[in-house]
């Protein structure tokens, strides 16, 4: 039993089973001990408890919280644990937020609790809640079939000494944070999403009738006229023309739900913007769509905020009265909000209809910088989602992905940087072969406002974009557009083949390509301000966060090259990860401690990034999975040695997850496409061109070599202070083919890590083969010396092939040259095909030796290069040579 501690209770447990089951938890045990324990010091465990992440919840900290501002962090984490028999949230110490930001603590992880306290809630009566001070992270995933209790199974229970194994009432505090008095989580990876439970979903008919008889209308114009000399105002009816994405303004005020979103919203005399601010957001967002007609009462009006962006009206006889705007607020007064159902709209009330402005991807090439229009297209290419910061030293990040779709106009497809719009259920679902809708496009032709022009423009979100896909577009008023319509029938003549050989998902991607001058890069900007020197460059990736990318630009001199051909398909293979049988597979290595404590805090970083890096080559270097010796205590521990022996033989002969059936495809494509059957699987690429240019050198690990050393790197090399290796090509550097029964676990790999755990689908690496690698992956490595010879750094090059039908090689100057190294890095391609007496091109042998042989160029030639950096998390940071210039030039 629990002792009791003063009139509070401890925190609150889920639990599945019985109470026999419940006396074997680990977590029952843990706060026993804290319970009982007489002084509030953290305890040290002797015996690390083991437990696996369920979920992970960020919020925002309170500026005046002493404890957030030690660890410099502007938000908190709660962790949500259990040991398959009870469930805990804790507090995470903000000291190990590092974890989370490097995203080595995720869910569906196994970590030991090896110090613990519990923390009471001055502020609040009989409040209380476990606090996680220091850690060991263990190197295994869980198991999908993993039992996890969960809290819809059985109400939630608080423990205390006399209520140890009775149901209990549900208390507040699994649903809201556990510190500052805040009543609602953020996403975990950026604050413009809805995330919780607080946010309802969209409200569904059937909707109450809506009487207008006898109701006092004013219509917009009449009320931009005479705001100023009323409080209160007769009701508005109103349909919605254009939506913003939610913007969230949390560290400006301390309010409960500190949201607002813009609207635009019009009637027969004009259209005019509205607000919905704080917990109105949650409550009516999702339900306030493009197209949906309101009748208004008790709201405010005031002068509008004019800095801000504006969507860009499709309907030029529509007035705009954007100098007020409506305000609807939850208190003082709350405003009341009433949707009109479609079917009593009347035709009478002369409301404006929904326009567009789509355009074609041939008309794309015609359009000005900055135009505005809307796009419609069959995904070929989804990228992984990547993260870059609102601010320098901020922790709050722009979430956004690149897309690649086809219109059937040209050859050439759209290319769409999406930043979330604040529609998670479509933006963490877009994969190839779905029908995308993009609205409030703005059309960018130039490198940056002043800059050099692009050779293919490309199309970017606006704060007023909504975005579409397959299974969304039922109601929406753009089905009835004339280009829609057109599409629609031009994908009806499709075909399955053409469409799949061009579908990829992931991989490195970078666009807009870097001009060809220096000059150009840096027009209108300060060039020595874009410089960062070899001696930073180590301080700047190691303050990357998951996700995140980041351009460098170094001066230096590159002094050693090999071109790596990977001609064995099974280190190819090697490269995915794929669900194995048992409970936890990785390495039985001890794992790093991490500790909250004051001596440690300034370490907490560099520990958990070499943990990270330890367990990655850890679990690299071994050939078959081990089976963790850490077990599930309890429940999991101590297996009867058969069992145990089978386990190991099973391991051992690499049995795979068995193959699932076909699932159904998208009923949108379905319904649209004839004879289109993306349920079929697509061939295994012949592995021709990876031997194909291979042709000496082959090393004993299975990969073909060639190298280039500079007559000065062993000289240069001994007087180092410091050498950075990059030079692993990652998997996630690699695109992947589209296989459509597979989409699940493909969107899952490119997706950002999950706050929530959930199975990661089962994908046996025969059927991994289908769709490994969308391209041939050979890869050369690079060694760029500073200026000053004092710090070197390993990185990858990936050239593309001129012949080959890439989705990289977009916007790329595409001129036929020498194939010397220099011309290659510079332009960032392998020329294959000259030009002949005719003009016409022609195949031309892309030997990497001869590649290679040419390097001596550079030798002692200073350049700058280009380096984009991603962090993967785990301590994986991809840096990837872009392109270089040679000062000289």
């Not at 950096?869 to 301590?875: D, I």
Request: net charge neutral.
């Amino acid at each position: 039993m629990l002792a009791q501690l003063g009139n509070s209770s401890t925190p609150s447990v889920s639990f599945e089973g019985g109470a026999e089951e419940r006396d074997k938890s680990v977590l029952v045990s843990l706060l026993e001990q804290l319970t009982n324990s007489t002084v509030l010091h953290p305890v040290f465990l002797d015996t690390p408890e083991l437990v696996v992440v369920v979920s992970i919840q960020r919020y925002l900290r309170d500026p005046g919280n002493e404890e957030g501002s030690q660890s410099a962090s502007s938000y908190f984490f709660d962790v949500t644990v259990t040991d398959q028999i009870s469930q805990v949230k804790c507090h995470l110490a903000p000291a190990l937020n590092p974890l989370v930001h490097l995203n080595c603590l995720r869910v569906g992880r196994g970590i030991h609790l090896t110090r613990c306290s519990l923390v009471h809630d001055e502020k609040r009566l009989n409040r209380c809640f476990l606090q996680i001070e220091a850690l060991e992270l263990v190197a295994a995933e869980c198991d999908p079939s993993l039992s996890i209790p969960s809290p819809s199974i059985e109400p939630f229970r608080s423990l205390t000494a006399s209520q140890m194994g009775r149901d209990l009432l549900r208390t507040l505090q699994m649903e809201t944070p556990l510190k500052d008095g805040r009543l609602h989580y953020l996403p975990l990876w950026n604050n413009n999403d809805p995330y919780g439970r607080e946010w309802a979903g969209p409200k569904t008919p059937p909707f109450p009738n809506v009487l207008l008889e006898g109701l006092g209308l004013i219509s917009l114009q009449r009320l931009s006229m005479i705001w100023r000399a009323k409080v209160g105002f007769p009701r508005l009816l109103v349909r919605i023309m254009h939506k913003s994405r939610l913007r969230y303004y949390g560290g400006r005020a301390k309010v409960d739900f500190p949201y607002q979103a813009y609207f635009e919203v019009a009637d027969q005399s004009g259209m005019m913007p509205l607000v919905l601010w704080n917990s109105l957001c949650p409550e009516w967002y999702q339900s306030l769509h493009i197209g949906t007609v309101l009748l208004l009462h008790r709201y405010s009006v005031k002068h509008s905020y004019q800095r801000r962006t504006w969507a860009t009206p499709c309907d030029p006889q529509i007035k705009s009265l954007r100098t007020v705007e409506i305000c609807l607020n939850p208190r003082d007064p709350r405003a009341e909000i009433q949707i009109v159902p479609p079917q009593q709209v009347k035709a009478e009330w002369r409301l404006p209809d929904i326009k567009y402005n789509f355009i074609t991807r041939l008309q794309l090439d015609k359009l000005p910088e900055g135009f505005t229009c809307d796009v419609i297209g069959l995904v070929t290419f989804v990228g992984r989602c990547q993260r870059i910061r609102k601010e320098e030293s901020s922790e709050d990040f722009y979430l956004y992905r690149w897309v690649h779709a086809i219109d059937g106009s040209t050859v050439q497809p759209f290319v769409l940087e999406l930043f979330a719009t604040s529609q998670p259920e479509t933006f963490q679902q877009i994969h190839p072969l779905t029908y995308l809708v993009c609205t409030q496009m703005r059309v960018v032709r130039e490198l940056r406002p002043g800059g050099v022009m692009l050779k293919v423009p490309y199309l970017t979100t606006s704060n007023e974009s909504q975005i579409f896909i397959s299974g969304y577009h039922k109601g929406q008023p753009y089905t009835k557009d004339p280009k829609v319509q057109g599409f629609i029938q031009w994908v009806k003549g499709q075909h399955e083949h053409d469409v799949m050989k061009r579908s990829v998902m992931g991989g490195y991607y970078s666009f807009p390509p870097a001009p060809n001058l220096f000059q150009e890069y840096c027009k209108n900007l300060d060039a020595e301000a874009l410089l960062t020197s070899t001696s930073e460059l180590k301080k700047e990736i190691e303050s990357l966060h998951y996700r995140e990318i980041k351009r460098f630009i170094l001066q230096g001199i590159i002094v050693a090259v090999e071109y790596i051909c990977q001609t064995d398909l099974a280190a190819r293979l090697k490269a995915f990860p794929v669900q194995e049988v048992g409970a936890f597979v990785g390495s039985s290595s001890q794992p790093v401690r991490h500790l909250d404590s004051p001596e440690k805090d300034t370490k907490v970083t560099r520990q958990t990034e070499q943990l990270c890096v330890n367990s990655a080559e850890r679990h690299q270097k071994q050939s078959t999975p081990v089976f963790n010796s850490y077990s599930l205590r309890k429940k999991l521990s101590n297996p009867p040695m058969g069992k145990l022996k089978e386990k190991r033989k099973m391991s051992q002969q690499r049995v795979l997850s068995p193959k699932r059936p076909a699932t159904v495809q998208d009923a949108d494509v379905a319904a649209s496409t004839k004879g289109f059957s993306p349920d079929a699987e697509l061939p295994v690429p012949p592995d021709k061109d990876d031997h194909g240019r291979c042709n000496a050198g082959n090393s004993t690990d299975g990969n073909s070599k060639y190298t280039w050393k500079s007559p000065t790197w062993s000289e240069i090399r001994e007087h180092l202070s410091e050498h950075l290796h990059f030079d692993q090509l990652l998997p996630e550097s690699i695109p992947q083919r589209f296989v459509y029964k597979h989409r699940d676990f493909l969107m899952q790999q490119h997706n950002l890590q999950a706050a929530v755990y959930s199975p990661v689908p089962a994908v046996s690496k025969l059927e991994l083969q289908s769709f490994a690698s969308a391209c041939c992956h050979d890869y050369y490595t690079v060694t760029i010396v500073g200026v000053n010879h004092q710090v070197a750094v390993d990185v990858v090059f990936l050239p593309v092939l001129m012949s080959h039908d890439s989705h990289r090689m977009l916007g790329l100057s595409m001129e036929v040259h020498d194939n010397t190294l220099a011309s290659v890095m510079a332009s960032g391609y392998i020329c294959d095909k000259q030009t002949a007496d005719n003009n016409q091109p022609k195949e031309m042998p892309s030997c990497q030796d001869r590649i290679i042989k040419t390097a001596a160029d550079l030798d002692n030639t200073r350049v700058i290069c280009i380096l984009d950096v991603c962090h993967h998390g785990e301590g994986k940071s991809e840096v990837i040579l872009n392109k270089i210039y040679r000062t000289i030039d």
